[in-house]
């Protein structure tokens, strides 16, 4: 259930799960993908031209996963370390050459970090705090971790891409909060922080990158952050929800309706991807093995499973190439265009794709 705060404007699950459950044995691993290469840059850039961060300074990055962020960074004369609380993927982050704590950022963790290593110039947040039943406790480590001229980035999917594109694929048990520039500020304020940038980045579906610091009355604020509050003081609208969920229902519809079609003319369809987002596509349109023989994807980890409720086991890509589909089911389209060229690139020229997001259709 998604429930909506007129009042601070937050947008959130109704029912969160325990972090020691989610994160205890994690197979979510960072995709090494040029889309997200490319966006690491312009990060840095971003960052860097902004003034937010000065070169070689301390970053901190939690939810760091494998590192590769922190790889990138310290390729670029960047003093970096993580904090993680996936015992397994720190340890892949650690065999890569990162420093990684294995741990959930909290005030205590984080006087730790502070007493251990020093204040960072920069904490990075990247698609984490959204996955944690309280994201007070986060703010008030960084709170506790950074001086006044020290910067706080987080980065997530924004609630008004995930409305406006249809993108209800994004709404499932790990991603407890849709932040908006308005929800955000809320947030921030309860701790003494405020925003004083936002930008938006095209990777996974449509993200939004908060940058806020401790409060202080010479802090210059984009006006940026103004005007994105303003759109989504007239585009979040009760109207505008429902218009979402029927959307949703004419994509369970759509999509059912497509699968069924070309099963039914012998057509092979494989998923591309064994992501969350596509396991709730999945369930709620109601697809199983029956309709669709295999799930595609690169994460060594996940091959050999078998997706939840519908029971399709995950193939390598290459066993995917070596028996080709007639059509692959994008269940990660944020990586549509990667992937597409992948396959083309394996010498597969007739396999098409179908997308489900924001609306169904062949390519």
């Known amino acids: 259930m998604l429930e909506h705060c007129p009042r601070c404007a937050n947008l959130q699950l109704r029912d969160c799960l325990d972090a020691t459950e989610l994160y205890g044995n994690y197979l979510y691993v960072t995709p090494d993908s040029r889309v997200l290469q490319e966006h690491y840059e312009q990060l840095h850039q971003y960052l860097t031209a902004r003034g937010y961060l000065a070169p070689h300074g ?13 790889q990138y960074l310290q390729r670029k004369g ?15 982050a650690r065999d890569a050459g990162v420093n ?6 909290g005030v205590t963790s984080a006087r730790a970090i502070r007493d251990t ?30 001086d006044k001229s020290a910067h706080l980035v987080i980065e997530n999917a924004y609630a008004l891409n995930t409305v406006e594109n249809n993108e209800f694929d994004q709404i499932y048990h790990e991603h407890m909060f849709y932040y908006s520039v308005r929800s955000m500020q809320t947030l921030l304020a309860s701790h003494g922080m405020h925003l004083v940038d936002v930008f938006l980045t095209p990777v996974h579906g449509g993200s939004i990158v908060f940058i806020a610091k401790r409060k202080s009355p010479d802090d210059h604020i984009a006006p940026e952050v ?23 229902a004419g994509i369970r ?9 070309l099963t039914s003319r012998g057509h092979d369809i494989y998923t591309y991807g064994a992501t969350a987002k ?7 349109v109601g697809l199983t093995r029956e309709d669709i023989r295999y799930c ?9 499973k078998y997706l939840p409720q519908s029971r399709i086991e995950i193939i390598s890509e290459e066993s995917a190439y070596a028996r080709a589909p007639d059509y692959f089911l994008l269940t990660a389209w944020n990586y549509k265009e990667e992937i597409i060229a992948k396959v083309r690139q394996a010498g597969n020229r007739r396999s098409r794709f179908i997308l489900p997001i924001p609306s169904v259709h062949i390519v």
Do not use: W
Request: hydrophobic fraction near 50%.
């Open 253 to 261: 519809r759509s999509l059912r309706t497509l699968i069924t079609e």
């Open 78 to 92: 960047f003093k970096v370390l993580g904090i993680d609380a996936a015992a397994n993927i720190c340890r892949m």
């Open 296 to 304: 595609v994807d690169s994460t060594t980890i996940k091959q050999g």
């Open 278 to 284: 596509g396991n709730t596509l999945l369930n709620y």
């Open 58 to 70: 301390f970053v901190l990055e939690v939810g760091s996963n494998v590192g590769l962020l922190l």
């Open 117 to 146: 290593y020093g204040m960072p110039d920069l904490l990075i947040a990247r698609h984490c705090l959204a996955h944690n039943a309280d994201p007070h406790a986060m703010i008030a480590a960084a709170a506790e971790l950074l």
């Open 226 to 248: 103004e005007s994105l509050a303003v759109r989504e003081d007239q585009a979040l609208t009760a109207t505008a929800f429902e218009r979402f969920a029927a959307n949703a």
């Open 100 to 105: 990684t704590i294995c741990e959930f950022l």
